[in-house]
């Protein structure tokens, strides 16, 4: 194939340089997709009062049962003041509970509630199925073709960050 996207996969939309560009492309399709999955998600978890990244969060906090807000925040690779503001919330909506460490009067565990747990249990199996739709009509062996080009993708990125 040449360097170009073939001529049917252009939006004419798009700014020639960005359209005669594969890895413009790239990302102009990747940025789609996720944004489409994003709202996607977002809309299943309107029914819940959920904001798109509160699953993940309750995911984090099941997995480091009586992990700190601060090592939330580190986990989750967002600022302690914006855990913060999401502990808040989340605490409120009765998802979560904070609860004083005995050694360390200063901190406090996060853990989930009953209700956080039924609600991760309820909406991380629908986020699993959306994305187990995403690849419908793929066979297996496209499936691995496609992880294998992605993976290949993220090393040159990573070369490119200087991290490989």
């Not at 560009?21 to 819940?48: C, E, F, P, Q, T």
């Not at 989930?112 to 739709?133: A, I, P």
């Not at 066979?139 to 993220?154: G, H, K, N, P, V």
Request: aromatic share 6%; proline share 2%; with cysteine.
């Amino acid at each position: 194939m040449s360097g170009k996207c073939r001529e049917k996969d252009r939006s004419s939309s798009l700014p020639r340089e960005i359209t005669e560009n594969n890895g413009a492309m790239l990302h102009w399709k990747m940025r789609n997709i996720s944004h489409g999955r994003m709202h996607a998600v977002s809309d299943m978890l309107s029914k819940y009062g959920l904001h798109y990244t509160h699953p993940r969060i309750l995911g984090t906090i099941d997995h480091n049962d009586g992990a700190t807000q601060k090592e939330l925040a580190y986990e989750m690779n967002t600022s302690p003041a914006a855990m913060s503001a999401t502990v808040r919330r989340l605490c409120k909506a009765g998802l979560i509970e904070k609860l004083p460490y005995e050694e360390d009067s200063r901190s406090n565990q996060i853990k989930l509630t009953d209700k956080g747990r039924e609600v991760l249990g309820d909406t991380f199996g629908k986020t699993l199925e959306m994305d187990r739709k995403m690849l419908d009509g793929f066979t297996d062996a496209e499936t691995e073709q496609l992880f294998s080009y992605l993976d290949r993708i993220q090393s040159n990125i990573d070369k490119m960050r200087g991290s490989e």
